[in-house]
Protein backbone atom coordinates (compact mmCIF):
# COMPACT_ATOMS: atom_id res chain seq x y z
CA UNK A 1 0.00 0.00 0.00
CA UNK A 2 1.62 3.46 -1.08
CA UNK A 3 1.54 5.96 1.27
CA UNK A 4 -0.12 9.19 0.51
CA UNK A 5 2.23 12.26 -0.99
CA UNK A 6 5.00 9.54 -2.07
CA UNK A 7 7.11 10.37 -5.23
CA UNK A 8 9.62 7.60 -6.22
CA UNK A 9 12.74 8.98 -7.43
CA UNK A 10 15.15 8.06 -10.17
CA UNK A 11 17.45 5.15 -9.79
CA UNK A 12 20.87 7.26 -10.82
CA UNK A 13 21.94 10.51 -11.41
CA UNK A 14 24.66 12.20 -13.65
CA UNK A 15 27.27 13.78 -11.58
CA UNK A 16 30.78 15.29 -12.61
CA UNK A 17 34.38 13.86 -11.30
CA UNK A 18 36.24 15.83 -9.23
CA UNK A 19 39.51 14.19 -11.11
CA UNK A 20 38.88 14.05 -14.38
CA UNK A 21 35.87 16.72 -14.95
CA UNK A 22 34.11 14.15 -16.99
CA UNK A 23 30.23 13.47 -16.53
CA UNK A 24 29.14 9.76 -15.46
CA UNK A 25 26.16 8.58 -14.20
CA UNK A 26 25.95 6.88 -11.08
CA UNK A 27 23.19 5.69 -8.66
CA UNK A 28 21.74 8.50 -6.15
CA UNK A 29 22.69 6.17 -3.17
CA UNK A 30 26.62 6.71 -4.09
CA UNK A 31 28.43 9.38 -3.46
CA UNK A 32 29.88 9.89 -6.89
CA UNK A 33 32.92 11.90 -6.58
CA UNK A 34 34.76 9.98 -9.04
CA UNK A 35 34.04 7.91 -12.47
CA UNK A 36 36.17 5.22 -12.13
CA UNK A 37 38.43 3.34 -9.66
CA UNK A 38 42.05 4.73 -11.32
CA UNK A 39 39.88 8.94 -10.19
CA UNK A 40 39.23 7.60 -7.25
CA UNK A 41 43.00 6.58 -6.35
CA UNK A 42 43.92 9.78 -7.67
CA UNK A 43 41.85 11.85 -5.14
CA UNK A 44 42.92 9.52 -2.16
CA UNK A 45 46.85 10.49 -3.06
CA UNK A 46 48.28 13.67 -1.44
CA UNK A 47 49.95 15.70 -4.20
CA UNK A 48 52.33 18.49 -3.54
CA UNK A 49 52.89 21.22 -6.29
CA UNK A 50 56.64 22.61 -6.48
CA UNK A 51 58.81 24.30 -9.29
CA UNK A 52 62.08 22.63 -10.52
CA UNK A 53 65.50 23.59 -9.79
CA UNK A 54 66.84 23.22 -12.93
CA UNK A 55 64.15 24.05 -15.82
CA UNK A 56 61.71 26.27 -13.41
CA UNK A 57 58.80 24.23 -14.50
CA UNK A 58 55.84 23.06 -12.42
CA UNK A 59 55.49 19.27 -11.20
CA UNK A 60 53.36 17.55 -8.57
CA UNK A 61 54.94 14.66 -6.76
CA UNK A 62 53.93 12.27 -3.83
CA UNK A 63 55.30 13.70 -0.26
CA UNK A 64 56.39 10.24 0.46
CA UNK A 65 59.58 10.93 -1.89
CA UNK A 66 60.71 13.42 0.25
CA UNK A 67 61.40 10.74 2.65
CA UNK A 68 61.97 7.69 0.44
CA UNK A 69 63.74 9.38 -2.43
CA UNK A 70 66.96 11.30 -2.10
CA UNK A 71 66.52 15.08 -3.60
CA UNK A 72 62.64 14.20 -4.09
CA UNK A 73 60.22 17.57 -4.77
CA UNK A 74 63.77 18.99 -6.23
CA UNK A 75 63.61 18.42 -10.01
CA UNK A 76 60.66 16.92 -12.33
CA UNK A 77 62.84 14.60 -13.80
CA UNK A 78 66.23 12.50 -14.05
CA UNK A 79 67.49 14.56 -16.73
CA UNK A 80 66.97 17.91 -14.52
CA UNK A 81 68.51 16.04 -11.53
CA UNK A 82 71.25 15.05 -13.10
CA UNK A 83 71.89 18.30 -14.86
CA UNK A 84 71.33 20.51 -11.68
CA UNK A 85 73.70 18.12 -9.49
CA UNK A 86 76.58 18.75 -12.05
CA UNK A 87 75.56 22.42 -11.64
CA UNK A 88 75.47 22.54 -7.91
CA UNK A 89 78.79 20.74 -7.60
CA UNK A 90 80.71 22.67 -9.83
CA UNK A 91 82.77 24.97 -7.50
CA UNK A 92 83.06 21.92 -4.54
CA UNK A 93 86.63 20.46 -4.32
CA UNK A 94 85.78 16.91 -5.19
CA UNK A 95 88.72 14.18 -5.21
CA UNK A 96 87.59 10.14 -5.53
CA UNK A 97 89.57 7.14 -5.72
CA UNK A 98 90.41 7.18 -8.98
CA UNK A 99 92.15 11.06 -8.61
CA UNK A 100 89.39 12.91 -10.33
CA UNK A 101 88.91 16.52 -8.81
CA UNK A 102 87.03 19.64 -10.31
CA UNK A 103 89.88 21.39 -10.38
CA UNK A 104 90.37 24.07 -13.33
CA UNK A 105 92.90 22.54 -15.40
CA UNK A 106 90.59 19.24 -15.74
CA UNK A 107 87.75 21.43 -16.66
CA UNK A 108 89.78 23.31 -19.42
CA UNK A 109 90.68 19.97 -20.45
CA UNK A 110 87.56 18.32 -20.56
CA UNK A 111 85.61 21.18 -22.38
CA UNK A 112 88.66 20.96 -24.93
CA UNK A 113 88.30 17.31 -25.78
CA UNK A 114 84.89 18.00 -26.15
CA UNK A 115 84.81 20.69 -28.60
CA UNK A 116 87.40 18.58 -31.00
CA UNK A 117 85.65 15.92 -30.90
CA UNK A 118 81.84 17.36 -31.48
CA UNK A 119 80.27 15.93 -28.40
CA UNK A 120 80.28 12.69 -30.17
CA UNK A 121 81.45 9.28 -29.25
CA UNK A 122 84.58 7.86 -30.83
CA UNK A 123 83.29 4.66 -31.62
CA UNK A 124 79.58 4.67 -31.99
CA UNK A 125 79.11 7.95 -32.78
CA UNK A 126 76.26 8.75 -30.40
CA UNK A 127 76.21 13.06 -29.21
CA UNK A 128 75.99 13.90 -25.83
CA UNK A 129 75.86 17.00 -23.74
CA UNK A 130 77.73 15.69 -20.86
CA UNK A 131 79.75 12.98 -23.02
CA UNK A 132 82.27 11.14 -20.98
CA UNK A 133 86.40 12.19 -21.76
CA UNK A 134 88.19 8.90 -21.59
CA UNK A 135 92.57 8.67 -21.33
CA UNK A 136 94.09 6.64 -24.23
CA UNK A 137 97.29 6.37 -22.02
CA UNK A 138 96.06 5.62 -18.68
CA UNK A 139 96.21 8.56 -15.69
CA UNK A 140 97.62 5.92 -13.40
CA UNK A 141 100.06 4.93 -15.70
CA UNK A 142 101.12 8.15 -17.57
CA UNK A 143 100.81 11.09 -15.40
CA UNK A 144 102.37 13.40 -17.44
CA UNK A 145 99.32 13.18 -20.36
CA UNK A 146 96.69 13.46 -17.87
CA UNK A 147 96.00 17.31 -19.27
CA UNK A 148 97.37 16.64 -22.95
CA UNK A 149 94.53 17.30 -25.42
CA UNK A 150 96.12 14.49 -27.89
CA UNK A 151 95.29 11.89 -25.15
CA UNK A 152 91.91 12.22 -25.15
CA UNK A 153 88.96 11.06 -27.01
CA UNK A 154 85.14 11.30 -26.67
CA UNK A 155 83.18 7.96 -25.34
CA UNK A 156 79.75 7.25 -23.92
CA UNK A 157 79.00 5.74 -20.94
CA UNK A 158 78.60 2.51 -22.12
CA UNK A 159 81.39 2.40 -24.90
CA UNK A 160 84.10 4.13 -21.79
CA UNK A 161 82.78 1.11 -20.14
CA UNK A 162 82.95 -1.38 -23.10
CA UNK A 163 86.62 -0.31 -23.68
CA UNK A 164 88.64 -0.93 -19.89
CA UNK A 165 86.51 -4.50 -20.25
CA UNK A 166 88.07 -5.06 -24.03
CA UNK A 167 91.56 -3.58 -23.86
CA UNK A 168 92.56 -5.77 -26.74
CA UNK A 169 89.87 -4.50 -28.90
CA UNK A 170 90.44 -1.17 -28.01
CA UNK A 171 93.68 -1.23 -28.18
CA UNK A 172 93.14 -2.13 -32.45
CA UNK A 173 90.80 0.68 -32.67
CA UNK A 174 93.33 3.06 -31.00
CA UNK A 175 91.02 3.69 -28.04
CA UNK A 176 93.92 2.39 -25.50
CA UNK A 177 97.46 2.98 -25.97
CA UNK A 178 100.16 0.08 -26.56
CA UNK A 179 102.59 1.42 -24.90
CA UNK A 180 101.43 2.03 -20.88
CA UNK A 181 100.00 -1.45 -20.88
CA UNK A 182 102.85 -3.10 -21.76
CA UNK A 183 104.68 -1.03 -19.26
CA UNK A 184 102.17 -2.26 -16.65
CA UNK A 185 102.01 -5.80 -18.00
CA UNK A 186 106.24 -5.93 -17.66
CA UNK A 187 106.15 -3.68 -13.96
CA UNK A 188 103.67 -6.49 -12.44
CA UNK A 189 104.37 -9.84 -11.56
CA UNK A 190 103.26 -12.74 -14.56
CA UNK A 191 102.23 -16.29 -13.55
CA UNK A 192 105.34 -18.66 -14.31
CA UNK A 193 103.01 -20.71 -16.49
CA UNK A 194 100.70 -19.28 -18.92
CA UNK A 195 102.08 -15.49 -18.03
CA UNK A 196 98.70 -14.19 -16.18
CA UNK A 197 98.30 -11.91 -13.86
CA UNK A 198 100.42 -13.47 -10.46
CA UNK A 199 98.42 -14.79 -7.68
CA UNK A 200 100.49 -16.44 -5.17
CA UNK A 201 103.56 -18.12 -5.30
CA UNK A 202 104.75 -17.32 -8.88
CA UNK A 203 101.48 -18.42 -10.03
CA UNK A 204 97.91 -17.43 -11.67
CA UNK A 205 95.12 -18.65 -9.95
CA UNK A 206 94.27 -21.36 -11.24
CA UNK A 207 97.83 -22.51 -11.69
CA UNK A 208 97.70 -21.72 -7.68
CA UNK A 209 95.17 -23.54 -6.68
CA UNK A 210 96.72 -26.98 -8.86
CA UNK A 211 99.84 -26.18 -7.28
CA UNK A 212 98.85 -26.29 -3.53
CA UNK A 213 96.39 -29.39 -4.31
CA UNK A 214 98.25 -31.87 -6.83
CA UNK A 215 101.93 -29.82 -6.02
CA UNK A 216 102.69 -29.47 -10.29
CA UNK A 217 100.53 -26.31 -11.48
CA UNK A 218 99.89 -28.69 -14.73
CA UNK A 219 98.26 -31.53 -12.98
CA UNK A 220 94.74 -31.52 -13.37
CA UNK A 221 93.48 -34.92 -12.14
CA UNK A 222 94.24 -38.62 -12.19
CA UNK A 223 92.70 -41.41 -14.58
CA UNK A 224 90.74 -43.82 -12.60
CA UNK A 225 92.20 -44.89 -9.47
CA UNK A 226 94.92 -42.19 -7.06
CA UNK A 227 97.56 -44.70 -8.75
CA UNK A 228 96.75 -44.42 -12.14
CA UNK A 229 98.63 -42.25 -14.67
CA UNK A 230 98.10 -38.60 -14.22
CA UNK A 231 96.71 -36.03 -16.78
CA UNK A 232 98.37 -32.47 -17.66
CA UNK A 233 97.34 -29.87 -19.39
CA UNK A 234 99.01 -27.77 -21.88
CA UNK A 235 100.64 -24.18 -20.50
CA UNK A 236 99.67 -22.59 -23.40
CA UNK A 237 97.01 -24.66 -25.39
CA UNK A 238 95.40 -26.48 -22.00
CA UNK A 239 94.82 -29.28 -24.19
CA UNK A 240 94.09 -32.79 -22.25
CA UNK A 241 97.27 -34.95 -22.79
CA UNK A 242 98.25 -38.18 -21.71
Request: charged fraction near 30%; hydrophobic fraction near 25%; charge should be positive.
Amino acid sequence: MKRSGFKRLPGRVEKTCQQCGVIFSVHRCRVGTACSVKCARLLKRTRVTRICRNCSAEFAFAPSQLKHYKGGGKYCSRLCKAKGTIKETADKPIRDRYGRSNRTADKDWQLAVRERDDYTCQRCGKQEDYIHTHHVAPRSIRPDLIHDIDNGKCLCAHCHLWCHHHPIEARALGLLSNDPYERAKKERNSCSVCGDRCFGLGYCRMHYKRFKKYGDPLLTRTRGYVTGPPLRVSATHRDWGG
